[in-house]
């Protein structure tokens, strides 16, 4: 029997949803488990959870860990970022990279499929995330051998140089969690989202850091949130460690990332 919820939503919206998953998750096969899953959604659970995965440039992103979810702007930035470093290096040429506050990983393993030569190394703070990653390493076929998986706060624990730094951290103001949409809130992991010092804590940490672990002429891109713009810029230039910053919009017209170059 269809819960409430289910029969008062639109027909279409209904059926939008069923067509997502039926595709994604059952493969085209009908069960009545499509209906208990459109039910989730319409209750409040995010798509992806249900689903079980998503896409990230071209990745499949198994989620079954509750990660945060991939942002579509997260992916935009990190395009933009993939396309500047092929225009400036050769497909053979292999980098090294570090992704902070991996998550679910999509970010380095996107870097990896899109930099066969290339090495990532991954660090979160959580212990799920870390499954989460491995099994993602897994489910997109690379070698083990092109990575390394870290938990630690911020940074690798045994320290090394890279090429490049890609940096998606908590970075909402607590006192903006109101702001937060449910489904967010109710769902996915906090502590992937908020952070203290009007959500700059992380950040900062990350410019005060960044330049022992950055290659000569290496770059580390950092995503941010709404109004932060002027504050990471003061706080770049205060920190001196950058001889370059600029500063990137989303799909959205929405400033979003910093790119620093040391």
């Not at 960044?210 to 205060?238: H, M, P, R, W």
Request: hydrophobic content about 35%; some cysteine; overall charge negative.
């Amino acid at each position: 029997m269809e819960h409430l919820a289910t029969k008062i939503m639109d027909e279409k919206d209904k059926k939008k949803i069923f067509d997502t998953i039926l595709r994604a998750k059952y493969n085209g096969e009908e069960t009545p488990k499509v209906w208990e899953d459109v039910e989730r959604v319409i209750l409040g659970e995010p798509l992806d959870y249900v689903i079980g995965h998503t896409d990230f440039l071209g990745a499949r992103i198994d989620l079954s860990e509750r990660p945060l979810i991939p942002r579509e702007e997260t992916e935009y930035w990190t395009l933009k970022a993939i396309n500047l470093i092929k225009n400036s290096t050769s497909s053979s040429e292999r980098c090294y990279f570090l992704d902070l506050f991996s998550g679910s990983g999509c970010i380095g393993i996107a870097l990896l499929k899109h930099f066969p030569a290339s090495q990532v190394d991954f660090v979160d703070s959580e212990g799920l995330c870390i499954r989460q990653i491995r099994r993602n390493i897994a489910i997109n076929s690379l070698l083990e051998s092109r990575t390394r998986v870290y938990r630690n706060d911020v940074f690798p624990p045994t320290g090394g140089k890279y090429d490049y730094i890609f940096v998606n951290p908590p970075y909402i103001d607590k006192v903006s969690e109101d702001t937060v949409s449910k489904p967010v809130l109710d769902y996915e992991p906090r502590e992937a989202l908020f952070a203290p010092d009007n959500g700059l804590f992380l950040i900062k940490k990350v410019i005060d850091g960044a330049g022992d672990f950055l290659s000569k002429g290496g770059t580390v891109f950092i995503e941010f949130g709404e109004n932060q713009k002027e504050k990471i810029g003061a706080y770049v230039k205060k920190s001196g460690r950058f001889s370059e910053i600029t500063f990137w919009k989303d799909q959205f017209d929405r400033d979003r990332v910093v790119v620093l170059k040391v």
